[in-house]
T-cell receptor, first 112, second 109 residues
Framework: EAQVTQNPRYLITVTGKKLTVTCSQNMNHEYMSWYRQDPGLGLRQIYYSMNVEVTDKGDVPEGYKVSRKEKRNFPLILESPSPNQTSLYFC???????????FGSGTRLTVV | KNEVEQSPQNLTAQEGEFITINCSYSVGISALHWLQQHPGGGIVSLFMLSSGKKKHGRLIATINIQEKHSSLHITASHPRDSAVYICAVKPASGSRLTFGEGTQLTVNP
């Protein structure tokens, strides 16, 4: 089944403890991206990747890192999480930039 | 002013009604997406448009590039259509998606 797999689905962590949210797709898609969703602000793009080893900042990249060492994986790294990074996170992939998107099922992160 | 504006923010309908959700944007675009977010939080891509009209089952999406406006129509609405519908645009220059805040649709039986 074609899908984008995000893990974990839920995570509660403490301020400053490094964490990684994984994202993997099995569709050989070139484009992958990360979004956060907050009440009243909607979805906002954090980082995106056009292909392996090609990543770029979205609208809200501060406090996040990404890497794209292989086509299928696009992990989101929070080196030192803070409470303002408490949010619902989505990973998505697309064959190329102007094609439809497939979203992961989301990761609800709480930083205390 | 947001680059992408949706209306209405909230919409309540009776089962069977015809529903229209609107999306206006302020920049030149290469593509517009309609997404559906279920109550459980998952997001599904419904349509990607760059011109004209697309239809899938009871859902129809249209776009008018000159007027910078798109509509999502649902015919014969059903309670299972209850969800948040999100419009997103990809500007003609750049690689980012910009999202509207979404329209919360509730269809009552």
């Amino acid at each position: 089944e074609a899908q984008v797999t995000q893990n974990p689905r839920y995570l509660i962590t403490v301020t400053g403890k490094k964490l990684t949210v994984t994202c993997s797709q099995n569709m050989n898609h070139e484009y992958m991206s990360w979004y956060r969703q907050d009440p009243g602000l909607g979805l906002r793009q954090i980082y995106y990747s056009m292909n392996v080893e090609v990543t770029d900042k979205g609208d809200v990249p501060e406090g996040y890192k990404v890497s794209r060492k292989e086509k299928r994986n696009f992990p989101l790294i929070l080196e030192s999480p803070s409470p303002n990074q408490t949010s619902l996170y989505f990973c998505a992939s697309s064959r190329q930039l102007n094609y439809g998107y497939t979203f992961g099922s989301g990761t609800r992160l709480t930083v205390v | 002013k947001n680059e992408v504006e949706q209306s209405p923010q909230n919409l309540t309908a009776q089962e069977g009604e015809f529903i229209t959700i609107n999306c206006s944007y302020s920049v030149g675009i290469s593509a517009l997406h309609w997404l559906q977010q279920h109550p459980g939080g998952g997001i599904v891509s419904l349509f990607m448009l760059s011109s004209g009209k697309k239809k899938h089952g009871r859902l129809i999406a249209t776009i008018n590039i000159q007027e910078k406006h798109s509509s999502l129509h649902i015919t014969a609405s059903h309670p299972r259509d209850s969800a948040v519908y999100i419009c997103a645009v990809k500007p003609a220059s750049g690689s980012r998606l910009t999202f509207g805040e979404g329209t919360q649709l509730t269809v009552n039986p």
